[in-house]
């Protein structure tokens, strides 16, 4: 298999994910709860590094080099609404 036609297949291996992704609905409370526990509300590998007070350096947040960053942070705002809007709860929780 040839360089261009792998590279062909890794990218509609990844846009099927991204369809697949994007085309979930959700119509369960507690599935909708559990991905928003699960599925963070920022980055969590943005990082400061002190020592003794003093800042190291600081690792810059990395999520948007994730290829499926936005349909992830899409499912877990359409679990959001559903719960506000469904089941009436805060989504301040959440956050």
């Not at 980055?43 to 350096?57: E, I, N, Q, S, Y």
């Not at 999520?63 to 359409?78: A, D, M, S, T």
Request: aromatic content about 10%; hydrophobic content about 40%; some cysteine.
């Amino acid at each position: 298999m040839n360089l261009l036609n792998k590279a062909n297949l890794d990218n509609s291996f990844l846009n099927q994910i991204r369809y697949q992704l994007e085309s979930v609905e959700i119509h369960n409370s507690k599935l909708a709860r559990l991905l928003c526990k699960i599925i963070p509300s920022n980055c969590p590998f943005a990082r400061t590094v002190k020592v003794f007070g003093r800042t190291l350096f600081q690792i810059p947040p990395l999520c948007k080099l994730n290829p499926l960053y936005e349909q992830i942070v899409g499912l877990r705002f359409k679990c959001l609404l559903y719960l506000v809007n469904e089941c009436g709860e805060d989504a301040r929780k959440y956050c």
